[in-house]
């Protein structure tokens, strides 16, 4: 399951309770081990993005807002909380390793829209456990990120 940012956390408030805007699209950017993402993280310029090319392009895979994009909701009132997930993410790797130099994807974040990729906002992160290359021909597919809203004790 994914860890909110409190940037994240205060985005998802704004949205649902106080009607501001909601982006247009959102994103799911890989990211380096370099710094790893915490609570306090707030865009994705205090992160170190993988590099672009051979299949990956500057600030993500384009996630649309419906229920195709973020393709399962469930209600669990057994264990008091909510679960919504985003379909499957896959980068192919083109004419050369995924990604094209440097280190692997540690880290894959939730990102709102802002035009300037750095300013993007990051919402969420998942920890892929370890740094991961795929060779050229290959796919690096990410299954079952998931967000979970649940009642605190």
């Known amino acids: 399951m994914a860890s909110f940012t409190n940037r994240g956390k205060y985005l998802l408030m704004d949205w649902g309770f106080r009607g501001a805007t909601r982006p247009t699209n959102f994103y799911v950017a890989l990211v380096t081990s370099a710094t790893a993402p ?20 500057t600030g993500g895979y384009q996630l649309n807002p419906n229920s195709t994009d973020f393709d399962t909701l469930t209600e669990d009132d057994t264990d008091d909380e909510a679960e919504l997930y985003i379909k499957d993410v896959t980068w192919t790797a083109s004419g050369g390793n995924l990604p094209a130099s440097g280190n692997g994807a540690r880290y894959a974040v939730l990102l709102t829209d802002e035009g300037t990729v750095g300013n993007r906002q990051v919402i969420c992160w998942w920890d892929l456990s370890s740094d991961r290359t795929v060779s050229s021909g290959q796919d690096l597919t990410l299954q079952n990120l998931g967000l979970l809203a649940q009642e605190a004790a």
Do not use: C, F, P, R
């Open 38 to 57: 915490t609570v306090d993280i707030n865009t994705l310029s205090e992160l170190t993005e993988i590099a672009n090319g051979n299949g990956y392009t």
